[in-house]
């Protein structure tokens, strides 16, 4: 027997799945706002900020490269956990929709259960600082070779590409002089950065350094280990140390001045290695603030935007460390900006359905991945996509996978992506849109949920221009491209049997 839902019925239904996923978006970005809160980024100051970017000649690639890859790594992917996150424990409460009651959270405080509630109690995963670290000796990426990443970025369309030197574990990827938690300790000193570096020039991709503020094992003596957003929603909060217990002992004002001095002396020191070692650096992808407090003396004795800038003349700055820099960002798909950017701005995403470090989490399908990246251009966007490394340095099967389906699409499309602008004044598309030269590039794009090209159906795009047409084909296709002018306006019917499930760009040629 088979039944059929009532039109009614089937409206609720769809009511009710879009109301849960606002649900989700919501938490999610309420989620990313906390961590950017605990690591010194204020989101809600980010949006005031005037994003006036440097006017040096060798920063301007930046706006019109179109797509980069990010690629967060660490000693983590040692039990496939997301990077540093995990060990900050109290997420469960930070994050949770439905909030525990604060005579819950003093019952959990009470039998010392930071882990209450959370997910990692059903998989085994939960992990105390001082296990999380202890990682580092059983991290060794034989196999690691990040020939074999940027290349597949470069295939894949890319023109930069991001490497996390250290993330707010405090790993450093590289033998560092500084701390005595990187390479230098392990590993037998090898150099993840000195070998991005030289992939990355060999295929002529620009070359970004990712760099966290915060470095939870250099500070591990002064902060607490339960999440900030506890802090914020419940009163009577102790300090928990890297093993998760309650702290006993409270640091004297002296001794947190000096340990703001050693922070500063610790961040100026790897940055300018970061800066002066590896040649010409195009980006540095900063993460969070350093971990002194605002308005503090300190802050005058570690890197400083000029220094920066005195070290590499052409570097691209993110805003993530001073509050200021040379574009916006944006992070996560709930994030995708869908109005016009006037300045140099970013999105960075995920290509992992969760987590930036690798976790095993399923991937996003290439056609949900190319849509954002055709809304991204379309408002002016850079679209940054991430892919985390396993244990072993390299990139899974299924990554791989994705990499050559976006590789092909790029093919075709990239001239739509990597070098264009906006639409210009006066013109307005029905779909994502970009224009460079004569051409203007329209997005025929599926929503990613589809299984096949045969469900997807024919489709009307109309354009609005001031200017004559030359002539409309699709990219990368044969198929003739019926369209007509009525007052400016032309309406183009794409047929079904053209369109692809990862996407269509139209070429419309101006006269």
């Known amino acids: ?35 950017h809160a605990q690591i ?61 009651t604060q005579d819950s959270v003093n019952r959990f405080i009470a039998n010392g259960d930071f882990f209450a509630g959370h997910k990692c109690e059903t998989d085994n995963s939960c992990i105390t600082p001082n296990q999380y670290w202890a990682l580092a000796q059983d991290f060794d990426p034989k196999h690691c070779d990040p020939d074999t990443w940027v290349k597949l970025a470069k295939e894949a369309g890319m023109k930069y590409v991001v490497f996390t030197t250290r993330h707010h574990d405090g790993f450093a990827m590289w033998p560092s002089k500084y701390g005595n938690f990187n390479t230098k300790n392990y590993l037998g000193g090898r150099d993840f950065v000195k070998e991005f570096v030289a992939a990355c020039r060999k295929y002529g991709l620009k070359i970004g350094l990712y760099y966290s503020g915060p470095d939870w094992h250099f500070n591990g003596d002064f902060q607490t280990f339960l999440y900030y957003g506890i802090y914020k929603k419940y009163k009577n909060i102790p300090s928990v140390d890297a093993n998760l217990q309650v702290r006993t002992t409270v640091k004297t004002a002296a001794e947190k001045q000096k340990h703001y001095e050693d922070v500063a002396a610790y961040i100026k020191g790897q940055v300018e290695e970061l800066l002066t070692d590896y040649g010409k650096i195009d980006m540095i992808w900063f993460d969070g603030s350093p971990d002194i ?13 000029a220094e920066i800038h005195r070290l590499q003349p052409g570097i691209v700055v993110s805003p993530r460390f001073f509050g200021y820099g040379d574009y916006k960002t ?39 991945v190319l849509d954002e990246l055709a809304i991204c251009r379309s408002n002016n966007v850079n679209m940054l996509l991430n892919f985390g490394p396993t244990k072993e340095g390299e990139f899974s099967n299924e990554m791989v996978s994705r990499l050559h ?10 001239v739509a992506i990597s070098g264009t602008s906006v639409l210009k004044n006066g013109e307005v598309a029905s779909v994502p849109a970009t224009a460079k030269g004569q051409h203007r590039y329209l997005f ?27 002539g409309i084909r699709l990219l990368g296709n044969d198929h003739k491209i019926m369209y007509e002018t009525n007052k400016g306006i032309v309406t183009i019917h794409v047929p079904a049997k053209a369109r692809c499930i990862d996407g269509n760009v139209l070429d419309v040629t101006l006269k």
């Not at 100051?45 to 967060?72: C, E, L, R």
């Not at 045969?454 to 001031?466: Q, V, Y």
């Open 330 to 368: 944006f992070e996560g798909d709930k994030s995708l900006p869908k109005t016009k950017q006037n300045g140099w701005a970013e999105l960075c995403t995920t290509m992992a359905t969760k987590g930036w470090g690798y976790t095993n989490s399923p991937l996003k399908s290439t056609a949900h």
């Open 40 to 100: 010194g980024i204020d989101d809600s100051q980010s949006n005031k900020v005037d994003y006036k970017h440097t006017t040096n000649p060798g920063a301007q690639w930046y706006p019109k490269a179109g797509f980069g890859m990010f690629i967060h790594w660490s000693i983590s992917s040692v039990k496939k956990l997301d990077l540093s996150w995990p060990m900050m424990a109290g997420t469960q409460i930070g994050w949770s929709a439905k909030m525990p």
């Open 405 to 414: 389906e976006i590789a092909a699409w790029m093919k075709v499309n990239g």
């Open 444 to 470: 025929v794009m599926s929503d990613g949920q589809k299984q096949s090209n045969l469900s997807l159906p024919a489709e009307d795009i109309t354009f609005k221009t001031p200017h004559e047409i030359e």
């Open 1 to 35: 027997m088979k039944f059929l839902l009532t039109p009614l019925l089937a409206l609720s239904v769809l009511t009710a799945v879009q109301s849960s996923a606002q649900v989700k978006n919501q938490a999610e970005a309420d989620r990313v706002k906390m961590e």
């Open 293 to 305: 407090p605002a308005g503090n003396v300190a802050w005058k004795h570690t890197i400083t935007m």
